[in-house]
């Protein structure tokens, strides 16, 4: 889920050896759920040891990491801890929607769609205690340095790149730049080519700049944030309904301070508060500004 703003911030490709001698600090959630949605069978179930342990993530990280270490890329992974009180409902909402992938995928089972088998496969996945120490115990093995963050791992390599122990942070998801990292690189632990219709195309990682997207935007890292809240973060799935990127970003260049942006959209707060899918805007803008 997460920050949804691909569509108007800008990016550029780079090659790997860009990164050579660089301290990235990975998101290890997001590569480990990575791995366990994408390394899988035709059928869509992940691998397995002799034992029927899980295995997908450690595949990934082995062969992934060893690729990135190659190229000279000095890597930190970092892992989230006690996630926030302001996380519960994005977590009970990610529940329900595993829950119902189960029972999409038991019901192709049934049929035999092995399609549609792997297409839901990929959405019941949930990251064990197991799994999180299975993998820490990979990455100490390589020389890979791992962090334990007492709450989001996002915020603190983000927090880690801000004050110039890190390059970077490596993330499919657009948090770490709420979270003020002066760099995202994306498509860092995606395998470099990806299957599509007409064949493989090859997969660069991305990078993209919190200053520029500032200056292409024309805002400010407050406003940046509001404009998260407002299209939706992890804190407020979904955001403000009927609001996506584009409309708020006119919000927020068009009111300006927080206060009054979120003043603007005061009658669909209240609304949302009535349906039961609030949310306080003020304790988000802390915890990403904090």
Request: aromatic fraction near 6%; hydrophobic fraction near 35%.
């Amino acid at each position: 889920m997460g920050l949804q703003i691909s569509d108007i911030i800008p990016r550029k490709q780079i090659m790997l050896k860009d990164l050579k001698g660089k301290i990235i600090c990975v998101d290890a959630y997001n590569a480990i759920y990575q791995f366990l949605t994408t390394i899988r069978q035709p059928d869509g179930t992940p691998l397995q040891d002799s034992k029927g342990r899980i295995t997908s993530h450690l595949s990934g990280l082995l062969y992934r990491n060893t690729n990135l270490l190659a190229e000279g890329i000095k890597l930190v992974y970092v892992f989230d801890g006690k996630p926030p009180e302001l996380k519960g409902g994005t977590n009970i909402k990610r529940a329900e929607r595993k829950e119902e992938a189960k029972e999409k995928y038991e019901r192709a089972r049934e049929e035999e769609d092995v399609e549609e088998m792997r297409k839901y496969s990929g959405r019941m996945i949930h990251i064990t205690k197991e799994i999180v120490e299975e993998s820490k115990e990979l990455l100490e093995a390589m020389g890979i340095a791992i962090v334990q963050a007492p709450s989001e791992g996002e915020s603190q390599a983000s927090h880690l790149a801000r004050i110039g122990e890190a390059w970077g942070v490596g993330s499919q998801d657009y948090d770490s730049l709420l979270f003020g990292t002066p760099r995202l690189i994306q498509n860092l632990t995606l395998a470099q080519k990806r299957k599509t219709i007409s064949g493989y195309v090859p997969v660069f990682p991305e990078m993209i700049e919190l200053e520029k997207v500032l200056n292409h935007l024309g805002i400010n890292m407050e406003q940046l944030i509001c404009l998260g809240i407002l299209s939706g973060t992890d804190y407020n799935p979904g955001g403000i309904k009927g609001i996506g990127q584009k409309k708020a970003l006119q919000i927020v260049k068009q009111h300006q301070q927080p206060v009054l942006i979120f003043r603007s959209v005061e009658k669909q707060m209240i609304d949302m508060e009535i349906e039961g899918k609030g949310f306080n805007w003020k304790e988000i803008f802390e915890m990403f500004k904090k």
